[in-house]
């Protein structure tokens, strides 16, 4: 089944999400949480920017190996050599951010998301080990 040819209940379903969520991003333009995000864009193998409308490139290579945004966030920081004082002073959140998100395992706002992987050069998808390619 394409992504034409399904419907808002098919979709659902495939991507494990309630109709309602769907039903809100169509009429209303809300953006779904990042874990729903994540989930229409598992079902569908693409990428989060190709989902949000931000590319037309359709490839999308899933990770060979499952690593969580925590686990990639931890080894970027570390590749750059920085901390999260430092990343903090030129980003929007300040650094009790990244704490929560280590502590309860959480994941960012999209825009946080998106500020994070501009900062170290990297797509959101690889930032939530999504992909194991960086760009």
Not at 68 to 76: C, I, S, V
Not at 90 to 116: G, H, I
Request: aromatic content about 12%; some cysteine.
């Amino acid at each position: 089944m394409s992504d034409e040819d399904c419907s808002k209940k098919e979709l659902a379903e495939k991507a494990h999400i309630s109709v309602s969520v769907l039903t809100r991003a169509e009429i209303y333009a809300i953006i779904p949480s990042v874990k729903v995000l994540i989930k229409i864009a598992d079902s569908f193998e693409v990428s989060l920017p190709y989902l949000l409308g931000e590319t037309d490139k359709r490839d999308f290579y899933p990770t060979e190996e499952s690593n969580a945004f925590h686990e990639r966030l931890q080894k970027l920081v570390e590749e750059r050599g920085t901390n999260y004082s430092r990343i903090a002073s030129v980003m929007p959140f300040s650094k009790n951010f990244f704490y929560e998100w280590q502590r309860t395992k959480t994941l960012p706002s999209l825009d946080y998301l998106k500020a994070l992987a501009e900062y170290f050069g990297v797509s959101v998808d690889y930032l939530l080990g999504r992909t194991d390619y960086k760009n």
